[in-house]
């Protein structure tokens, strides 16, 4: 019977164990083969002289990468990774890995980004990358969690729509039978329908689609959002919410995911229970010291802006009291000051994590900014309707799962993150 490779201990006796075969080092009379699951790797050798013929003809035929099951005795040694090795009775190839490899997993040749993303099946093998794709799963299945103890509704909303959500230049037109149709760019106007639905606290995990014209690190044109509404609640309780949210990703990457951050040489430190909030006004100031374009209220941030203000907070942190000119249709202004609006992001210093906002909740204020935009009221008709007929306050946000990634790894760039990135150059695979 197979076991996992990191069940292999220098006092287990025999064992049967199915991997790949990470690295052969074949020294003439003697040879090591070391196999790698993806719990770990054991070193399998062979001294030829000794070993059954069948066990030194299959080795002949084997490559790297090659998927091999090997059965024998495990001897405890201090020589071989993990303190055991295991000398084999029998060596079977099940599936031969063709030669040469277009990737080396064994990392010993470097590979460009787009040569990995090309064979990301093999890439994938990597322990390095392995890693990433098992902390990005733990942070998704920590984030559910946490939002169902909450009481929160999962919902699934459409992808294929009529409309813009987020304005109308990162659209994808798309194909759909006689009428014009486009791929999501958020499902911020379902999750705000669904308050009127009376479910109270909705979240959804799903793509986004941004016509992103840019190639830029921090970009993807299909990201992961996290989305999250709720009713009778402000842009405060939505900053707690958020807050909340990305501290116990942290937590429980930190506590379930030891193996994988040591493979990835991160240190994790855990963020600080509340996150300093300043105000867009106190932004533009911090950034008009410590960038030479000029900057002045009004604009939104540059990317550099981002960057001077994140060297300067040093840590996570919200801006708030944006002006409502540069902020969606749907945020709510402030009663006594309707020139700035109760929206924020969440930033890291790197960058944005999320937005979110109080929203409008009364149709005819909501009419107005709609045409304040520049849009029209028509067209978002589907999504007026509701609140016309008794919308509760609410408030919500859109956390960017590939950023919190990036961003709590470390990673150089957002591909690293997403296992098929969609960008401007790559469609396949
Ligand atoms: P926004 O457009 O700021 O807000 O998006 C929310 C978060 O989603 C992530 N994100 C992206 N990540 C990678 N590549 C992209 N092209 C990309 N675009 C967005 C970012 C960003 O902070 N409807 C609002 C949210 C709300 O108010 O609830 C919205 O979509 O991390």
């Given at each position: ?40 790797f ?35 040694t ?28 064994a990392?010993?040749?470097p ?10 099946f093999?890439?994938?093998r ?28 999962n ?5 294929v ?14 194909a759909?039978f ?6 999501n ?34 970009h ?16 405060n309780?939505?900053?707690d ?18 193996n994988?951050l ?27 010291l ?8 009004g ?7 981002e ?17 409502t ?40 204020l ?5 045409k ?7 067209s978002?008709e ?16 859109g ?31």
């Amino acid at each position: 019977m197979r076991i996992p490779i990191a069940d292999v201990t220098p006092e287990t006796t025999e064992a049967e164990i199915i991997g790949w075969v990470h690295e052969v080092r074949d020294l003439g009379g003697l040879a090591f083969y070391i196999i790698r699951d993806r719990t770990g790797f054991l070193q399998v050798t062979i001294v030829k002289k000794k070993a059954p013929e069948t066990v030194v003809e299959a080795t002949k035929e084997t490559s790297r990468e090659s998927v091999v099951r090997v059965f024998g005795t495990v001897k405890a040694t201090e020589k071989a990774p993990g303190g055991r090795e295991l000398i084999p009775d029998t060596f079977e190839i099940i599936s031969k890995a063709e030669s040469p490899l277009p990737l080396d997993v064994a990392e010993k040749v470097p590979a460009e980004l787009d040569t990995r993303l090309d064979n990301r099946f093999l890439d994938s093998r990597r322990p390095r990358i392995n890693a990433i794709f098992q902390i990005r799963s733990n942070i998704t299945q920590s984030i559910n969690d946490f939002l169902f103890k909450e009481g929160f509704v999962n919902i699934t909303t459409p992808k294929v729509v009529a409309a813009a959500t987020e304005g109308g230049t990162e659209l994808f037109p798309i194909a759909y039978f006689e009428k014009e149709a486009f791929l999501n760019q958020s499902p911020q106007l379902y999750k705000q329908m669904m308050m009127a639905a009376g479910f109270e606290k909705v979240f959804e995990i799903a793509p986004i689609f941004r016509a992103e014209e840019h190639n830029t690190t921090r970009h993807l044109n299909e990201a992961t959002s996290i989305d999250v509404e709720f009713s009778f609640a402000d842009h405060n309780d939505a900053m707690d919410l958020v807050e909340k949210i990305v501290i116990q990703a942290y937590e429980s990457v930190s506590n379930n995911c030891e193996n994988a951050l040591n493979t990835l040489n991160v240190d994790l430190k855990v963020p600080e229970n509340r996150f300093p909030r300043i105000t867009y006004s106190e932004a533009i100031d911090i950034a008009a010291l410590g960038i030479e374009e000029d900057i002045s209220y009004g604009d939104d941030l540059s990317t550099a802006a981002e960057r001077a203000i994140g060297d300067e907070m040093g840590e996570h942190y919200f801006i708030t009291d944006w002006p409502t000119s540069i902020k969606p249709y749907y945020a709510m202004p402030f009663e006594d000051q309707p020139e700035i609006c109760k929206a924020f992001d969440l930033m890291h210093p790197r960058m944005e994590l999320s937005s979110g906002a109080q929203r409008i909740h009364q149709y005819d204020l909501l009419v107005e900014q709609i045409k304040e935009k520049g849009l029209s009221p028509e067209s978002f008709e589907f999504y007026l309707k509701p609140f016309r007929y008794g919308m509760p306050p609410h408030a919500g946000w859109g956390l960017g799962m590939e950023r919190l990634i990036m961003t709590m790894l470390n990673l150089p760039n957002i591909r690293e993150a997403v296992l098929f990135p969609r960008d401007r150059h790559r469609l396949v695979p």
